[in-house]
């Protein structure tokens, strides 16, 4: 480990899991934790269990604002587990002069989205810091789900899956860097954000046999593939020209020289399906409004134990790696 | 319909296209009497052979060698400890583009020193630095400027601007390299017992867009070593190695452009004579990996002095010369005399996370690129 903490740190790549595996799970190991699912499943395999704090330069962007993103965010967590979101907390921590009006935009985002997914806010906590201390403000949100369908779980992916999306991806990430300071770039795009339940619940309510799901979120669809080739002990195939990828996202990863696939999402998830019941899935989730481009992006092998392969459609091979650093535009 | 920007790539990553180039190379390559190797002077093109898989594509009759042509991998330790000394001082904001901010110095990299509270930035384009200087009237900014003849117009039309505006607030500390230098010295460091082998030469062609295509004349007709200079997708790679290969056969040996829809001969006049303006060649620029090579540095006219942040603050800046790591073979991998595979440390001490050598610090680096896309042939 580096002797500072440097933003990398945070990037869900692999400097974050090193943070994460290094410092976190070495003192808090159990083996609910050890599972690394993306909601924690406890009281015997009935309830869902996950945290996620947000900060996000600018607060509010094109597509969504910090505030449905931290309800979207714990209540994907939950969702990708199978579970249908239920009770929250929202603790946050604002920087003294911050507009109320702003505030309370936030928040009404939040209860917007709350009602999407059918949960409540239970619980809070407000703390003002003194102007410096956070940039503005952060949010933490903690929610609790009731299991619908039990199971699911990124360690047991096999060759008996196929690998899906549910739509095109990196919006979110391009979004957000087009909008930072210091981009002067202009776009349409939308980021992505949006809750996953009502695409999982339908699902679920087609009896698909889901293996597995993962909202790709930091580190984007790249992240999520490797993460579970190394969970399940499999190798996952990926044809490069079956991934999903908008004209404006493409162009935006041209100029700056960024991969879609580590592009950050707010409501992109991957999930690992018995392979009769894949097509069929697609077709369900392209009945959503955003999911017109699901579609099977791969398979699972173990030509490459624990490696994502990309494979182009001229015939060659390369690996899809986990991605590092922080996410820079190219140079020239 | 007009012209998207997907119209500029697509069909230069077609899967056909590419299959069909590479049925016509290993076609043609049976005809080669030595096997050949090919330098590919820039990282663009590295990067896209590893990425896009290239070698898998060709006979074992051709080989690339990857060249120096990165302006990351290339910035050695004494210049990145420069700007890391100028980022702590007092009211400066220091800015740089890209990857630049990754590169560990003997302190650190200067995100180590944003950690620990510097203001160091990056932008997409120099010309970002203007709005900073005028947020931050009662800050300076300093722009380390690196790159090769790509960018360096860039940082000329900073300047002229910041003159022409009277902007009182930006400094410049340049890093500015020129390929043609470093390619004459590649080919002159091959001695008897250490060849380097290159062949040929695919030509970087962004560099060529501001610089002609004229520039590596010199090295079919002094050299005997072909040039094509190539685009950086997939099928521009391709085009050009047969173009290569067609040259041996042939018994051709010559200068061509396969980047045709940008690269002329003369490259861009304005862009030429505004850097000619502001810039002169320094009589020597220390490259990572490959030591001093003469002429093959810019620093700025003496008339521009008082905006060369190298000689404002030339009494904080550190001089002492910093060796590579003894185990680091960068500068052989550079000089086409070995592979990232061969080195001991690669993948394993050495790592993109925790970069040892030049080349495994920018994706453009033959390490790096050789970690991140494997080798699955």
Not at chain 2, 171 to 185: C, D, G, K, Q, Y
């Amino acid at each position: 480990m580096n002797k500072n903490i440097s933003l990398a740190c945070g990037n869900g790549g692999e400097e974050n899991n090193e943070l994460t595996s290094k410092v976190f799970y070495k003192a808090f190991k159990n083996e609910i934790l050890q599972r690394n699912e993306d909601a924690a499943i406890i009281h015997n395999g009935e309830l869902a269990f996950s945290t996620d704090s947000f900060t996000v330069s600018p607060l509010f962007f094109s597509g969504a604002d910090i505030g449905k993103l931290a309800i979207c965010g714990t209540c994907n967590d939950l969702a990708m587990m199978g579970a249908q979101p239920k009770y929250l907390t929202c603790s946050v921590i604002i920087e003294e002069g911050f507009e109320t009006s702003k505030l309370e935009k936030i928040v009404q985002s939040m209860k917007k989205e709350l009602e999407v997914n059918g949960a409540i806010v239970v619980s809070g906590d407000t703390k003002v810091v003194p102007r410096g201390s956070v940039d503005k403000i952060f949010i933490n949100t903690t929610g609790v789900g009731e299991v619908l369908k039990h199971g699911i779980s990124s360690n047991n992916i096999t060759e008996d899956d196929l690998i899906v999306v549910n739509r095109d991806i990196g919006c979110h990430g391009a979004t957000i860097f087009v909008a930072r300071e210091g981009i002067e770039m202009s776009s349409a795009l939308e980021s992505d954000c949006e809750s996953l339940f009502p695409q999982v619940k339908a699902l679920i309510d087609a009896d698909i046999k889901i293996t597995a799901m993962r909202d790709a979120t930091r580190g984007g669809v790249s992240a999520v593939l490797n993460e579970w080739a190394k969970q399940s002990n499999i190798c996952i195939e990926v044809d490069e020209d079956k991934i999903p990828v908008s004209d404006e996202v493409s162009g935006i990863c041209e100029i700056l020289g960024f991969e879609a696939s580590t592009l950050a999402n707010e409501g992109t998830f991957v999930l690992a399906i018995k392979k009769e019941d894949a097509d069929k899935a697609v077709e369900i989730l392209k009945t959503f409004a955003n999911g017109s481009r699901a579609t099977i992006i791969g398979k699972v092998t173990n030509i490459h134990l624990q490696k994502v392969i990309l494979n182009s459609t001229w015939g060659t091979k390369r690996f899809l790696d986990t991605p590092s650093g922080e996410l820079l535009p190219r140079i020239c | 319909m007009g012209l998207e920007l997907k119209n500029l790539y697509d069909n230069f990553r077609d899967g056909d296209t590419i299959k069909a180039y590479a049925k016509i190379i290993k076609e043609d390559a049976k005809k080669l009497k030595n096997p050949i190797n090919i330098m590919e002077v820039c990282g663009g093109h590295t990067h896209t052979i590893m990425k896009y898989g290239i070698p898998q594509l060709l006979p074992q009759n051709i080989k690339f060698i990857h060249g120096p042509g990165c302006p990351v991998c290339i910035m050695p330790k004494e210049r990145i400890d420069h700007a890391y000394v100028l980022s702590m001082q007092e009211n400066v904001i220091l800015v740089t583009l890209g990857d630049m901010i990754k590169v560990p110095g003997s302190n650190g990299s200067l995100q180590d020193a944003r950690a620990k509270g510097a203001d160091v930035r990056f932008v997409y384009s120099p010309m970002d630095c203007i709005k900073i200087a005028n947020d931050n009237p009662d800050k300076t900014v300093i722009f380390f400027a690196i790159g090769f003849e790509t960018t360096t117009p860039m940082t000329a039309v900073l300047l002229d601007t910041v003159i022409k505006k009277g902007i009182s607030n930006i400094l410049f500390h340049i890093n500015h390299v020129t390929v043609p230098e470093a390619m004459r010295a590649l080919i002159d460091s091959g001695d008897d017992n250490a060849k380097n082998n290159i062949d040929a030469f695919l030509g970087p062609s962004h560099v060529s867009v501001i610089s002609g295509s004229k520039i590596y004349e010199e090295f079919p007709r002094d050299y005997n070593i072909p040039v094509v200079v190539a685009g950086f997708e997939p099928v521009d790679v391709m085009q050009s190695i047969s173009m290569l290969v067609k040259q041996f056969i042939q018994n051709r040996c010559e200068l061509e452009v396969e980047y045709k829809r940008l690269v002329n001969y003369d490259g861009n006049i304005k862009a030429q004579d505004l850097v000619q303006m502001y810039f002169q060649k320094a009589s020597a620029f220390k490259w990572r990996g490959l030591g001093n090579i003469a002429n093959s540095g810019l620093k700025l006219r003496n008339e521009y002095k008082e905006y060369d942040a190298e000689s404002i603050f030339k009494n904080v800046l550190p001089l002492e010369e910093i060796q590579d790591h003894k185990l680091c073979i960068c500068g052989d991998i550079l000089r086409g005399m070995a592979t990232p595979l061969e080195c001991t440390i690669f993948g394993t001490a050495c790592k993109p996370t925790s970069p040892i050598g030049s080349c495994m610090v920018s994706s453009e680096g033959a390490c790096a690129a050789y970690y991140k896309y494997g080798n699955l042939i």
